[in-house]
């Protein structure tokens, strides 16, 4: 039996790593102007109080994934380096148009599939309203634990499927998806509700220990808006907040996890890291970051990093 030599063997095709899952693209929306009206003061209101209660208030390094146009960063004073990542340059040109000022900021084009920053490099991370666009809930929060440093915090929102609702909209058959069937349910394209026991799996799986789970934006209806002011609707909510979110009744639910501290270890010094072949030390040049292991160049325009080939 002749054994084969290198020579003889078949070429394998070079290790690519996989397309990232499908994104909900938000380049040009009008999300700003469209969506954070007057008709949206009471969530936005509800959802900073939320914000407040479970964010640590004071830290190195906080990052924001899919930020937008910045509409939270006001929340994040007690922080010494804030970074924005999203993935539509539009909507970072907008954040970026408000914050400029502030030099604590750090503007970034990414995706949160591929996060273009080193293992362990940030106190506390911050998504609201951008679950419920994701098909590869893993596959993200893998993601996200990986960059948060043992000890950090972890605070996230998500679209609950078990609201009150969808409840009574199932028990009086004007609705056929059941709030209680744990799998996301997809109600548009790329938009998910999730039931709240598989998100907090999911959570665990990925190594994050849930500390704090809070029922957010209880009055989100017409009839309620309609009636009273954002204001005072954002104070009930509140109560709700602190006494009714173990019924978890709400659309939103906002959740606080944690990342087991280990052994305190000194902080990495860079922050990037090359999200093609995810080589960690980025050479700086005037206009971009480049790879020295696979030569990518990152380039840096107008304060953006730019990650996104
Ligand atoms: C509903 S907006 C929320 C913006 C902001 N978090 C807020 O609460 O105002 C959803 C944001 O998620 C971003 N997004 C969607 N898919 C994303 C992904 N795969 N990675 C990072 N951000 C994403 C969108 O570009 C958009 O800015």
């Known amino acids: 039996m002749s054994i084969p030599n290198n020579e003889q063997q078949p070429r394998s095709a070079p290790l690519l790593p996989p397309d990232p899952p499908a994104l909900c693209d938000y380049e040009g929306s009008a999300y700003r102007v469209e969506f954070w009206t007057d008709a949206r003061a009471f969530e936005d209101l509800a959802e900073r109080r939320a914000l407040h209660t479970l964010l640590p208030p004071r830290g190195a390094r906080l990052i ?33 148009e408000r914050l400029r000022h502030d030099p604590r900021f750090v503007f970034v084009r990414a995706n ?52 009150l609702k969808s409840i009574l909209r199932f028990a009086l058959r004007r609705q056929t998806w059941s709030p209680f069937a744990p799998e996301p349910y997809e109600f548009a394209p790329l938009n998910f509700d999730f039931h709240p026991t598989w998100v907090l799996q999911q959570l665990q799986r990925a190594g994050f220990a849930v500390q704090r789970q809070v029922a957010v934006s209880h009055f989100r ?59 960690n030390a980025l050479v700086v040049a005037a206009d971009a970051l480049t790879c020295p292991a696979c030569g990518q160049a990152w380039p840096q325009r107008d304060g953006i990093y730019d990650f996104i080939k």
């Open 112 to 163: 949160v599939y591929e996060l273009p920053l080193q293992d362990q490099t940030l106190d506390t991370v911050v998504m609201v309203r951008v679950l419920h666009h994701l098909v590869d809930v893993p596959h993200a929060l893998a993601e996200l634990r990986r960059i948060v440093r043992p000890g950090g915090a972890f605070i996230l929102e998500f679209a609950n499927k078990r609201n």
């Open 221 to 279: 209806a017409e009839f309620f808006k309609r009636r009273w002011s954002a204001a005072r609707l954002a104070a009930l909510d509140s109560w709700l907040q602190r006494y009714a979110s173990g019924l978890r009744l709400a659309p939103s639910i906002f959740v606080q996890a944690q990342v087991a501290a280990a052994a305190p270890s000194s902080p990495p010094d860079g922050l990037f890291r090359c999200p093609a072949c995810h080589h």
């Open 64 to 96: 924001e994934i899919g930020a937008g146009f910045g509409r939270l960063a006001d929340l994040y004073a007690g922080y010494s380096q804030v970074i924005l990542v999203e993935p539509a340059l539009s909507m970072l040109r907008q954040a970026q």
